[in-house]
């Protein structure tokens, strides 16, 4: 029974451990990527710093850099509470395997003075012809065998309760040497971000001073944005159009025929713009396998960090509202399709390209590229280089969007997190 327990309890552990180690490597994996975006928004602001003339979207990297940050914390924390958890479940192993070992030592002790006191090939036959009857010595001469194999059982046991003894103070100790680490690390990222906190505080003042300047920038950038979404809304609707057009005409055709067939017409019921949009075979599986993959499309760059998200926002004198998000990216990365689909236009305004995908009722709206590699017409594929991004006064920025009809979609609850 007790050497039942002792592998239950190593099963156990071996799990747990098991457990433990699969959660820290996906923090460690969490920890990276966020340090990566991290160091992508750094690298962007030192850019921003040279120029000496504080923009928007300099704030926004910043304010993004910062919430990185906690969120870097936060992982450390939670892998602090993992190691907590295996240094605790590992000492109480410690501790149990220590019992464990001392009483099977014990026990062993007691089988070696038992075989030490019957080591003479006498004293064994002397106890086998004591039996009262044949039974009762074939019983023990059994019982004399599976001694000396239960014997030697019992120090394979203590060998292997050693090893993993050993084996679990290895690890116990580092453990407690990656605490020690990562508890220094925290105090680094706190201690940065203080900094960055500081340097936020200064912004945000020099940004009260030059508020009147950024709600100019600001005024100009609606301005801007409302010309490139009367084009885009203009396109969709152009769709729309063509696609009820396509709709009537097939109607009209079938009714045409229904009557030279002496048929009743078939009667149609009435379409909604996403109808009309998915009226073909093709346009229709587009339409799906995009609504499928909701959640996990690919983004449109190979790395960056949203600087600002959908909605509406606070700056400027009466606010604003952002139909997709703002991805913040490296100088010269490639702008990629998230999904395979027609080109829909690709069109200047004021200075910038952008280039927008139908995929069945759904479209993407990629914004500030230079150098698109697409043409209106072309069959896209997902992944595949549309341009590359455009460098701002704000660093290089792409705007995405997406749509369903005429709907504006909040593009992170599609992109992969």
Do not use: C
């Not at 159009?241 to 009714?255: D, G, Q, V």
């Not at 009667?267 to 949009?277: D, F, I, Q």
């Not at 926002?313 to 990365?333: P, Q, R």
């Amino acid at each position: 029974m007790k050497l039942h327990k002792l592998l239950l309890l190593l099963l156990f552990v071996t799990f747990a451990s098991s457990a433990i180690a699969q959660s820290s490597s996906q923090l460690k994996r969490k920890k990276e990527a966020i340090q990566r975006e991290i160091e992508l928004l750094q690298k962007n602001l030192n850019k921003a710093a040279q120029s000496k003339k504080l923009t928007l979207g300099e704030i926004r990297a910043l304010n993004t850099k910062i919430s990185l940050m906690q969120s870097k914390i936060t992982v450390i924390n939670s892998e602090i509470k993992n190691l907590d958890n295996e240094i605790h479940e590992n000492t109480n192993t410690v501790h149990s395997l220590q019992g464990q070992l001392a009483q099977l030592k014990k026990e062993y002790a007691g089988m070696i003075r038992f075989a030490q006191r019957n080591k003479n090939s006498y004293d064994k036959m002397m106890f086998i012809f004591a039996a009262k009857d044949f039974n009762q010595a074939y019983k023990r001469i059994k019982y004399l065998q599976q001694f000396g194999q239960y014997r030697k059982k019992q120090a394979d046991y203590i060998q292997g309760t050693e090893k993993n003894l050993n084996y679990k103070i290895v690890v116990l100790d580092k453990s407690l040497k990656a605490k020690s680490s990562l508890l220094r690390e925290q105090e680094t990222e706190q201690s940065k971000l203080a900094k960055n906190k500081n340097e936020q505080s200064s912004v945000l003042s020099k940004f009260s001073k030059q508020e009147r300047q950024f709600s100019q920038d600001i005024a100009r950038r609606k301005k801007q944005q409302s010309a490139i979404d009367r084009q885009i809304r203009n396109a969709i609707q152009r769709e729309i159009a063509l696609a009820r057009k396509r709709a009537e005409e097939e109607a009209r055709i079938a009714a045409a025929k229904a009557k030279a067939d002496n048929k009743p017409a078939p009667v149609e019921r009435a379409k909604t713009t996403s109808n009309y949009l998915t009226a073909t075979p093709e346009a229709a599986k587009l339409s799906a396998g995009f609504e499928n993959n909701r959640g996990r499309l690919p983004w449109p760059v190979g790395q960056g960090s949203i600087t600002e998200g959908f909605g509406r926002h606070k700056e400027g004198e009466a606010g604003y509202t952002n139909d997709g998000v703002n991805i913040l990216t490296s100088e010269g990365a490639s702008v990629r399709a998230v999904f395979g689909g027609d080109v829909l236009f690709v069109t200047m305004i004021q200075g910038i390209y952008v280039v927008a995908l139908r995929h069945g009722d759904y479209f993407t709206i990629y914004q500030n590229i230079k150098s698109p590699t697409v043409a209106k017409g072309d069959k896209v594929d997902t992944r595949q280089t549309l341009g590359t991004v455009a460098t701002t006064s704000d660093g290089a920025l792409l705007h995405f969007e997406i749509m369903r009809g005429q709907s504006k979609l909040n593009p992170e609850a599609w992109i992969a997190k």
